[in-house]
């Protein structure tokens, strides 16, 4: 394989733009990657998020999520302890049993950024939620079973549903079929 020479374009304060052979791609500043929690509680209701999303310009329902060492001093936290923070923060829910999934890419063509999936059982909660001070968070428990009416009923032209949701409910009905 030849050797890549990466031309930085841009850094911002949380986001920078690199092209290789002309190939222009986004990196993050800050972080060593993302996490997604696929969270479900005791009673079997789904643990989903709901904020404002500037660059679409609309509320987005998805699971806990954010970025993993991103935090001075923190740098190397690691991936499991960042989404145990993350669904915390935003939900205020906590579990006892988790499980990593996978880690991959979120658009191979764009960015640089990895996606790591846990899935979190059982939770059940212990703190007030909504986010840190710069986020406003929407909690929403779904039963399982109703998912799939729920989502179709939330997405208008207001409100997307982030495709990782979708993702999070194949890895869900997986865990369940190798049970």
Same mark, same amino acid.
């Given at each position: 394989?030849?050797?890549?020479?990466?031309?930085?374009?841009?850094?911002?304060?949380?986001?920078?733009?690199?092209?290789?052979?002309?190939?222009?791609?986004?990196?993050?500043?800050?972080?060593?990657?993302?996490?997604?929690?696929?969270?479900?509680?005791?009673?079997?209701?789904?643990?989903?998020?709901?904020?404002? $999303?500037?660059?679409?310009?609309? $509320?987005?329902?998805?699971?806990?999520?954010?970025?993993?060492?991103?935090?001075?001093? =923190?740098?190397?936290?690691?991936?499991?302890?960042?989404?145990?923070?993350?669904?915390? =923060?935003?939900?205020?829910?906590?579990?006892?049993?988790?499980?990593?999934?996978?880690?991959?890419?979120?658009?191979?063509?764009?960015?640089?950024?990895?996606?790591?999936?846990?899935?979190?059982?059982?939770?059940?909660?212990?703190?007030?939620?909504?986010?840190?001070?710069?986020?406003?968070?929407?909690?929403?428990?779904?039963?399982?079973?109703?998912?799939?009416?729920?989502?179709?009923?939330?997405?208008?032209? $207001?409100?997307?549903?982030?495709?990782?949701?979708?993702?999070?409910?194949?890895?869900?009905?997986?865990?369940?079929?190798?049970?």
């Amino acid at each position: 394989m030849a050797r890549r020479h990466v031309e930085q374009l841009y850094t911002g304060k949380h986001l920078g733009l690199n092209s290789i052979n002309g190939w222009e791609f986004a990196t993050r500043v800050r972080g060593s990657g993302v996490v997604i929690v696929v969270a479900v509680t005791k009673q079997d209701e789904l643990i989903l998020t709901e904020q404002f $999303r500037p660059p679409i310009n609309k $509320r987005v329902v998805d699971w806990a999520a954010g970025l993993s060492g991103d935090i001075t001093g =923190e740098e190397e936290e690691s991936l499991l302890t960042a989404a145990q923070r993350e669904l915390l =923060e935003e939900t205020g829910y906590v579990s006892d049993d988790w499980e990593y999934c996978f880690t991959g890419p979120s658009s191979a063509g764009m960015t640089t950024e990895m996606l790591s999936f846990f899935v979190a059982r059982k939770c059940y909660k212990k703190g007030k939620g909504g986010g840190d001070a710069s986020e406003d968070i929407e909690v929403h428990l779904v039963p399982k079973s109703k998912a799939r009416q729920w989502l179709k009923r939330k997405s208008t032209k $207001r409100r997307r549903i982030d495709p990782k949701v979708y993702a999070g409910l194949g890895l869900l009905s997986l865990s369940t079929d190798d049970e």
